[in-house]
């Protein structure tokens, strides 16, 4: 059935049809709208949902709610995102598989509440303490607010780890067509999850490893189930990548500014194409190396001072020349802006990069 | 208790325990290294008894299959070395909001947030209010010994004025830290909980008093009653430097007069019922099987390309909602669609402004810099974006005519007095129908009866239902009458 809906709506929606039953959360814009959307319909449909104390607190109860098998998530942006680092941590070393949503709004501090991608760091990187990796998605419409939380969930059990889905201010606020169908979700069992039984009396859920040797065998068997999605999950999105001599790279609400980029672009005959990474982690290396093939200039665009930039330097070490353009504090570029940066760098209008590392 | 047996091998008279460990304690505490024959708590400690207590009403209350205990940071962080039951070791502090988790996803099992004072009573008292407020359906037990065990000794919110600690090295000053915190009473202030009590591991007639309060606390939870609360002072002796049983006598002599034991609340009257609202199928909630507006056949007659619109003026003129209405028009006739609202301190203080998007195919930027249709309903937002609409484009203006001072914009102009108009019907709130009147007639891109189907879903009173379908009139009409400003041609999209 086809509707209008708010991003933030969209996650919620996506959520309850992936048979997320618990929400534990705590007001902050741009995200709050996903706390008001769980707290209207969990309770209707037998799940919980709760305001708690804090964004500590509230990622607490998502861990002690994971701990007993739920399919659980939580939803803040940067401020509040800080606050949880702690028990993603936890829930990363616990391997506890969860969902939470992240709205970026601009930092640092209490920055604004405008858009911006600058917990990518925070995210991707990690931002707790350890070694782990969050499974990071961005969503770049409000169809995918619902239908990347819906693989967020499936990935964070299939995985035991958080799974984080990073969206920006305006794919949270804005609304679009979405169309969602109802199935019976397929949620696998957990055998390993506390929930009070005879049948799992003699499990535990804990990130202590005292013996240096057993934490660093956990550790180890952490990285290698990251190995493992590292080469099955990496997803992204192309359009004109193939003859592309001007690859520009960009996700969520950029990827959107830099697609209608593009198609004038083409339509004038410029040779540009998009790359947007759908998972940031894992990040898409491979792809992305082919698509820049032909390419003799590659465009990093993100409303940041250069975060992902790294990772798409890192996936072509050093073959392309890697440009980055940014805009902060809730600026988000027009066509007409990011147009005038590729056209500057027009292969026929610039010196050839080819093979040069910036 | 013991009784005597025989031995009849040796002769000798040996004695054999009536009180049996608990059997839900594991029978083997697993240790590495030469510690293999003990607990990792020290001689004298008081979580050994308290362990016990709780292990015991487990077994009595045939609840051991039931429990999942939550293990906090503090000594007794390695909880589920001891209890064969569901374990679940979490963050310092959070216990309670991890209990709280816990207990939702399962609302017919045990939860026990076993706590020390670092955890519950510093780091943690946010966590274990709100818990307690919100009347969790847990019990949690509070071992209060007045100091940290496991880090080594520094002071504790509940550590006593004078005492010394590695962080009080002069002993605790409450110019300087404060007096100790009583939890008991602090949680007893509030309106949830149903059981809180205090009790003291000192002696033999306190620990029995401790064993009651530790099985009614279960018992109430058993029953689904509420939030349990057992605070329990307990000995040190390795950080306070005690033998065990001077360190008894100090909790009794020293803790109890700061600490008095009691029962701080009982609660006999129930607490008020669920109110959850009625249960209802997720395709209904989630608005999947019907939406609103499921009369449309999804095609148009008109011929169009897309349309990108911005609207924008005060608070309260229905900017949102009038871009919103377009944007749910064009999502039942089958257009891709977008709204993009400003958001935040633009829309608190008192502006708004969004934009909207329609097209045949898939939309790429939902913002547009150069819009083909400026809906501006106040001057300001005249002033601010008329510049933007590129020649092709149009703009509809709130207003009679424009401002003196303002200079032609390269777009095509229609003054609309939607504010007078709305007036004149009845309702200055209509204002945004009236532009929409006049948005659709200039661009054709809905059938003034799709609006018209719109409105009656939407608008429950039904007089304001007739002022909107006036004020769609009044605005195809006002567009009709007017006398274009400016160039005149259909903006980009239009065939």
């Known amino acids: 059935m086809r509707q209008l809906c708010k991003g933030n709506v ?112 925070a995210t991707v990187k990690g931002g707790g303490h350890g070694n782990y990796r969050n499974i990071v998605l961005a969503p770049a419409s409000v169809q995918e607010m619902a239908s990347l939380t819906m693989l967020a969930f499936d990935l964070a059990d299939k995985y035991r780890n958080p799974a984080v889905v990073l969206a920006d201010g305006f794919i949270g606020q804005m609304m679009e067509a979405l169309d969602l169908e109802y199935a019976e979700c397929n949620i696998p069992a957990k055998p390993w999850a506390v929930k009070g ?123 392309k020349r890697v440009d980055f353009y940014g805009r902060m504090g809730g600026n988000v570029p027009t066509v007409e802006e990011l147009r005038e940066q590729v056209e500057a760098r027009i292969p026929s209008r610039t010196e050839v990069f080819a093979g040069e590392v910036e | ?79 589920y070395y001891y209890f064969d039951v569901g374990n679940v070791q979490v963050a310092h502090g959070r216990a309670p909001a991890a209990a709280t988790g816990i207990k939702r996803a399962c609302p017919d099992k045990i939860v026990i947030s076993y706590q020390g004072d670092g955890d519950l009573a510093a ?176 095609k148009r007659t008109q011929p169009f390309k897309g349309l990108s619109i911005n609207i924008a003026g005060f608070g309260g003129q229905g900017v949102l909602l009038l871009g919103q209405l377009l944007a749910e028009m064009g999502t039942e006739q089958g257009l891709e669609v977008s709204w993009l609202p400003s958001y935040g301190p633009e829309m608190r203080s008192g502006s708004a402004h969004c934009w909207v998007i329609l097209s045949k195919s898939r939309i790429g930027s939902p913002l547009t810099a150069k819009p083909d249709v400026l809906i501006a309903m106040n001057e300001v937002s005249l002033r601010k974006f008329a510049s933007q609409v590129p020649s092709g484009g149009f703009i509809l203006y709130n207003g009679q005519t424009l401002p003196e001072d303002f200079p032609m914009p390269q777009a095509q102009v229609y003054c609309i007095p939607a504010s007078e108009i709305a007036d004149k019907l009845g309702s200055a709130k209509a204002a945004n129908i009236v532009m929409m009147g006049a948005m659709l007639e200039e661009t054709g891109c809905f059938e003034p009866s799709t609006a018209t189907r719109f409105l009656e879903a ?8 007739e002022i909107d379908i006036k004020a769609i009139a009044a605005g195809r009409e006002a567009v009709d009458h007017q006398v274009n400003l400016g160039p005149l041609s259909q903006p980009d999209g239009f065939a």
């Open chain 1, 197 to 319: 039984t005879p049948e799992t009396r003699a499990n535990v859920v804990s990130s202590i490893y005292l013996e240096s040797d057993e934490l660093e065998d956990h550790n180890r068997q952490m990285e290698a189930k990251y190995i493992r999605a590292q080469n099955a999950e990496p997803r992204c999105e192309q359009y004109c990548t193939d003859d592309a001599e001007i690859l520009v790279v960009g996700y969520g609400i950029v990827s959107r500014v830099l697609r209608s980029m593009v198609e004038k672009a083409r339509a004038e005959g410029l040779p540009v194409g998009l790359f947007r990474p759908i998972t940031l982690w894992p990040f898409p290396s491979k792809a992305l190396a082919k698509a820049a093939a032909h390419a003799t200039n590659v465009l990093v665009v993100e409303l940041s001072n250069g975060q992902m930039l790294e990772d798409v330097r890192l996936a072509l070490i050093g073959r």
């Open chain 2, 123 to 298: 780091i943690g008292t946010a966590e274990i209010v709100h818990a307690a407020n919100r009347g969790e359906k847990i019990t949690v037990f509070f071992i209060n010994n007045g100091i940290y065990g496991m880090t080594g000794g520094q002071m504790a919110p509940t550590t006593l004025v004078g005492q010394k600690s590695t962080t009080s090295p002069f002993g605790r000053r409450p110019a300087n830290e404060g007096f100790p915190i009583h939890m008991a009473e602090l949680l007893a202030t509030l309106q949830a909980p149903v059981y809180v009590e205090r009790v003291a591991l000192c002696d033999n007639k306190n620990i029995m008093r401790a064993r009651r309060a530790v099985r009614k606390a279960l018992e109430l939870q058993r029953d689904g009653a509420g939030f349990s609360f057992v605070e329990i002072l307990s000995p040190c002796p390795t950080i306070w430097g005690k033998e065990p049983v001077a360190a008894r006598s100090w909790v009794l002599e020293k803790m109890v007069p700061e600490f008095p034991l009691a029962v701080f609340r009982d609660r006999k009257e129930p607490l008020p019922a669920n109110g959850a609202p009625p249960q209802r199928p997720v395709i209904e909630v989630l608005g999947i099987k019907e939406a609103i507006n499921n009369h449309g056949n999804g």
């Open chain 2, 458 to 465: 939407k608008v429950k009173n039904p007089s304001l239902l």
């Open chain 2, 1 to 79: 208790m013991a009784t005597d047996v025989k031995d009849e091998r040796t002769g000798f008279e040996t004695y054999e325990a009536v009180h049996e460990k608990s059997s839900v304690f594991y029978d083997l505490y697993e240790r590495k290294s030469d510690l293999k024959q003990q607990t990792h708590y020290c001689p004298g400690c008081g979580h050994g008894v308290a362990h016990k207590l709780i292990a015991e009403a487990l077994q009595d209350l045939g609840l051991q299959d039931r429990t999942i205990f939550v293990s906090p940071v503090g000594c007794s962080v390695f909880a």
């Open chain 1, 10 to 121: 969209a996650v919620m929606k996506g959520a309850i049809l992936a048979g997320c039953n618990a929400y534990y959360g705590y007001p902050i814009t741009p995200a709050s709208e996903i706390a008001e959307a769980a707290a209207k319909f969990l309770p209707q449909v037998g799940g919980t949902f709760i305001q708690a104390e804090s964004e500590v607190a509230a990622i607490n109860m998502v861990y002690g709610a994971a701990a007993a098998g739920a399919r659980v998530m939580t939803a803040s942006s940067g401020p509040g995102l800080s606050l949880m680092q702690e028990g993603i941590s936890y829930l990363a070393g616990a391997e506890l598989p969860c969902v939470i949503v992240d709205v970026m709004r601009g930092g640092p501090g209490l920055g604004n509440i405008a858009p911006e991608q600058s917990d990518y760091f």
